[in-house]
């Protein structure tokens, strides 16, 4: 039809295309408009026939920045009526009896989105029954019907909320009649598998597209949309299984009302709109409600012109808002490229040039908004934990072993290994998001992930006085608590210790060094943990007092197994992080974590990775149970019992060629402490302890000449409670130990009380 059009014609043509057709790609409209272009040249001749330029990138630009900059209403009523739907007859049915929403959670996230969802439609239902009652009113009902425009609550009834895990695919999906209108919300998880609860229903699913024995047509009387929860940064497995479900529903000839709505958690998605309550928000107005709005009815009762404003006053009212933001794009582009002419055979390059001067400039606005790490959903979850949390990015929260202290009930494994109060220890982070899911992360992978910071930057004197501020909040309130010691009280009010691995990747925080300085010139020590995936970071690093890395696994398989990174080259990474400890001139650990049937094996391979980073000290600790989570499948049968830990401490120690050996353990934490025997093993006594103090005046001297120390001048000696083999265990004895009655009365019995 180019041969028929004016180059204007064309040019418009290829606007609408873009503004309708958003499942078209730029690059068929491009050759499409390069076609026919070349038809119009080959129809009318070349002389005398040249388009503006202007022209073209002003149906290019306007068309793709209309879509990008309408708010949800103006998308809503620019949205063209899906073909999906088409019945015999060529008119469209969007009437629609019943809605069900089916949804498969884990940990419970996707049916909290059905249940918003379901909630939604509801009132959406309400409306519609309104503009039916309006409608009999302008098509000349009687006046009763044009008076009563009210809904009852029982409206809502035709919404079913259905747990996958309770549905029978083999009997039910095929029964569903076209006037059902069915949601299906799907997250994907580890691997690109499928929530427990919808495993059957996705097999089934899976295997009926494939078999040959089930018709083609055996879901043909569904109607559906496909609602997806994932995280964009697992990138090969975002959304697999939404669109896994979505693609294998049309291979049996369920009907797709709309596209898969895809969710992302990623709050700093580009695509996103700042994380999955967000997506979920702006996909309600532009794709899930509006199939239940019937178009059809209201335009044939605008077109009868029958003087009812009320009837077509939301359609017109959408077209004025269309038509505001056209008349806005057009008189800017208007300004640019007036005079500007372009041969007809050069269209192509001008819609080319358009289309990616529009792209850059997307990305330039995206790359100038950042969006808070915590969404309200996550907030709502952690603050559940106990958590306080600081600003947009960072947390506070009261450890067990404080509380423990406070009431003089003993301390943690630092307080044995490294001579620290419990009860002046703030645990606290910079940063919320982390680049791994641990299977044994205490957190039940509440908290944001990530690879790189794309989020709003708080100040670390902002984060500092926050979780300050916090903690002796939380502290105070143990005032009173029967047993907790009054000058406890008064010392944990002034912390000394500040342990940066509460939750998260402290070092991802990218002004981590201001915050260690204040830490250091407030009087407060530093123990900073990573997770080994950010090895620039940490050659950057200013001194610390104690920087440990996690070593979870000892192999590639494992480790991605284990801590399910987010990088893809998350192995490389970990080993240049060990090779960066080398260069460390304070105090360096690693901390590995035993997993009973998961990690306790291949001690060889472990004191490789040793050789590596050559630490200081290597901390051994089971695993500890956080109680059943669907998030994880670990039980108490991972957890090893303290002689395992210790024989597994033994055996690494046996194998680093007698430069290690177990200088500590507190039995109470499950934990034992390899401490190299050249640097601490003075004199035939362990100093594995810190002399805090010490290490103020070498920072202080280090800020103000640049002279660097090293894990020897600030160590001290270490007490013999704490010493491996002590009767003790690694328990202060000017501490009260505390046993429940089930562990004291077995104490009892075996005489050790």
Known sequence: SASKMSHWDLTVHISRALQNSSALSYSLLLAASVVGAWILFQRRGRQGHVISASSVKKAVLSSSSQMSLRSPTTRKAMLPTTSCTSTANGSVDETFNKVRVFYASQLGRAKHFATLLRDELAGVLKQQKQQQQQSQCCNGGDGEACKSTTVSSSDSAGIELIDLANYDPEESPHKESPDTLCYFLLP???GGSSPNTGAWFCKWLAEAAEDWRVERGHLSGLRFIVIGLGNSLYAENYNLIAKRVDEQLTQLSGTRLRPPVLLDENVASATGHGG????????LQSQLLDPLVSKKKKS?????????SACCQGAEAASDVAEDHSDVDSDHLDEEDQDGLVDV???GGVLSSATRSNQKQKLRQEATTRRAMVTPLVRKSLEKQGYRLIGSHSGVKLCRWTKSMLRGRGGCYKHAFYGIASHRCMEATPSLACANKC???????????????????????EILSGALDAHRRMIREFRGVPGVMPERISEGMQPRHCALSLVGEPIMYPRINQLLHLLHTSGISSFLVTNAQFPEAMRQL?????LYVSVDAATPDSLKRIDRPLFKDFWQRFIDCLRAMRDCGQRTVYRLTLVKAWNTEKVQQYAKLVDLGCPDFIEVKGVTFCGDSKASQLTMGNVPWHKEVVQFSQALADSLANQYDIACEHEHSNCVLLANKRKFLVNNRWHTWIDYDRFEQLYGRFVETGQRFNAADYMAETPEWAVYGSAEQGFDPNETRFRRRA???????SGDY
């Open 276 to 283: 999955q309550e967000a997506d979920f928000q702006a996909a």
């Open 188 to 190: 994907t998880y580890e």
């Open 300 to 308: 044939a009762c605008c077109s009868e012109a029958t003087g009812n």
């Open 743 to 749: 562990a004291a009365a077995a104490a009892a019995a």
């Open 542 to 546: 200013p001194p610390v007092t104690q």
């Open 345 to 347: 055979e050069d269209i």
């Open 439 to 461: 299977v044994f992360c205490w957190r039940h992978h509440t908290n944001p992930v990530g690879t790189e910071w794309r989020w709003l930057e708080d100040p670390p004197d």
